[in-house]
Structures are given as C-alpha cells and as structure tokens.
C-alpha cells in the first residue's frame, strides 16, 4: 500500500453539537442539544426507547439535517461540508449490519475504498485485509455474510468503517439486534478501539460498557440531554429523579 494512502490511527478529533433542534411536524425530538466529546475519549448516550439518542447520531454525520443548530468537528462546522465526505471522516455502525449478501467479506469492505477512497483493488483489498484482522476475521475474508454469525457479523460492518479511517466513530444500538451471547465480542471490538484512541460517540443499552469503557456519560429524554457527567457521577449519583427512574429499570 502506498504511504498516501496508508491508515492513520490515533488522530481522532473532537465533537460537538450547540443547540441542535429538529421537529418531525409537530413531534418535536430534538430539543436544543449540547455534546461535547473530547478527541481521543468515548461519550456514551443512554435513555428509553424515542428520547432522540438514534438521530442525533445521524444528525452529527448528516444522514438527517437539523433544523438549526450546528455539529463541530475539532471546533470548526460541518454543515456545509460535502455530505459523502464528511462520512468519510465519521464512520457509523448501525443496528442491522447492512452488508451486501451477494458480495464476500473482503468485497463489501472494498467497495467503499475503491469507490470513495480510489485506492487501487490491491490497496483496497490489503486494507480490507488489515481491518479484518483488527477485528478477528481476517480468516473470514472470502466468505458470504450468511455464512457469519450475527456477531461476527457486525464486527465486519466496523472493519468496513474502519477501512474509510474515519476521524471519530458513531454506534447506534451496535449489540441490539444480537443475540446475548454475541454481545460481548461485539463490545470487546469496541473497547479496543477506544483504547487505541478513536473518538466515540456511542448509543447503547449496555449500562456495563458505559459505565467502564466511557469518560462521559449522557442521558436523554424527550430530545434532550436531561443529565451528563462521568460514569461514576450518572450512575453512582445521578441527580434528576427522571435518571434514577430509567436506571432503576434497568440496572
């Protein structure tokens, strides 16, 4: 692989939102929305099912505009960047994988490189290669999705993201769709990367993996962030009766 187009890792930046609002008609999920992420550290979203944790996700890599508002990458606005480059730098791991079943692994993780990225198929398939391995699947590389399990599944769909090397990684609900015992190699990936350093911004039902991987830790209800502090502070002593109710429930 040439040195152009080599991966960089450990340049994460930081990411912010001020006041970011978005009604769908009249049902108003996003309520004026401040984050603030650090570069290098991992944020994690938590909050009950429609409180606007999953699109504010998409609002900060643009599949869903706000309707005012801004999203700051190492302070500067991404509003106006191009949409299909901005996704470039902030990778997105979703709920279903969305991988292409007629393609082999290797295959769906080249497309975007050599589409996007004009990597030749050599460098593409070598990155490929080299993002498989990150993930633990690099013996996987040459067979179908439906041969994988939903767990090695989704670790495919984050090698994929990897390979755009993104500046800052987005998890929407990443382990929801799993089953309980595939959950873990899933968040072990992802504990991974955030020791190597990847800027985090992640949703999720899993109250372990917030409290121990994360710096910081935000609830949301009814499209807006009611509480956020560190792990130790939401969990151990969270303030609000509406975040003692939710954790209540599910802790």
């Known amino acids: 692989m040439s040195a152009d ?19 769908f008609g009249n049902n108003q999920v996003l309520r004026g929305v401040d984050l603030d992420v650090p570069a290098g550290s991992v944020a994690c979203v938590i909050g009950p099912s429609g409180s606007g944790k999953s699109t504010l996700l998409r609002t900060v890599n643009r599949l869903i505009e706000p309707d005012s508002g801004d999203v700051l990458l190492d302070g500067r606005s991404v509003l106006k960047e191009n949409p299909d480059r901005l996704r470039q730098r902030v990778g997105m791991v979703f709920q279903h994988f969305n991988l292409f079943p007629h393609k082999t692994v290797r295959a769906n993780i080249t ?16 990155r490929a290669l080299r993002e498989l391995d990150r993930v633990g699947l690099a013996h996987k590389a040459d067979v179908r999705p439906s041969h994988l399990s939903g767990g090695q599944q989704q670790r495919v769909a984050i090698a994929r993201a990897l390979a755009m090397d993104p500046e800052v990684m987005l998890f929407d609900e990443s382990t929801s769709a799993l089953d309980p015992e595939l959950v873990k190699g899933v968040l072990g990936t992802m504990a991974d990367l955030a020791a190597d350093g990847m800027t985090m911004l992640v949703v999720t039902h899993e109250m372990g993996f917030a409290r121990s991987v994360s710096q910081q830790v935000l609830f949301m209800d009814r499209g807006s962030v009611v509480e956020a502090g560190s792990p130790e502070r939401i969990f151990e002593a969270p303030e609000s009766g509406r975040l003692q109710r939710f954790l209540s429930q599910v802790l």
């Open 5 to 23: 187009n080599a991966p960089t890792r450990g340049r994460g930046v930081s990411v912010a939102t001020r006041d970011i609002r978005l009604a």
């Open 111 to 126: 497309l975007g490189l050599t589409r996007l990225r004009g990597l030749s198929k050599d460098e593409a398939a070598a």
